[in-house]
C-alpha cells in the first residue's frame, strides 16, 4: 500500500547522480510519495551543466522526463501564487516551500552547506 507522506526533493539532492538515484529508487518503494517542480528540475540540470559542460543536456532532460513518467502524480504545479508570501533567508529557496505547502507534503529533502 502506498504511503500518504509526501516529500518534495530540493534541487541540490538530485544534482548528485548516486543521491539522485537512491533517492529514486526509495521513490519506487512507495514508502512516501516523491515531488518536484519543473523549477526544481530546471535548477539541478542548470547547476549540474554549468559545473559539467560536457554533460548533454540532451540527456539530462531524458532524465527528468523519466524520472518524471516513474514516480506518479510527483511533478507539482500552482504552486507559484505562494511564492511571494513567503519569506525565507535565501529567497532563492521559496519556490520549494511553497511547493510543499501546496502539494501538502511534510517535508522537504535537502541538505545544508
Excluded: Q
Amino acid at each position: 500500500m502506498a504511503s500518504n507522506l509526501a516529500v518534495v526533493y530540493d534541487a541540490c539532492v538530485l544534482y548528485p547522480a548516486p543521491l539522485r538515484d537512491l533517492l529514486m529508487r526509495l521513490a519506487l518503494t512507495d514508502l512516501y510519495r516523491a515531488k518536484w517542480t519543473n523549477e526544481i528540475h530546471d535548477e539541478w540540470i542548470r547547476n549540474l551543466l554549468a559545473r559539467r559542460p560536457e554533460l548533454s543536456p540532451d540527456r539530462l532532460a531524458g532524465t527528468r522526463e523519466l524520472m518524471n513518467r516513474s514516480v506518479r502524480d510527483s511533478l507539482i504545479s500552482g504552486y507559484e501564487h505562494l511564492i511571494e508570501s513567503i519569506k525565507l533567508p535565501d529567497p532563492d529557496d521559496r519556490h520549494v516551500v511553497a511547493a510543499a505547502i501546496h502539494s501538502g507534503s511534510e517535508a522537504i529533502i535537502t541538505f545544508l552547506i
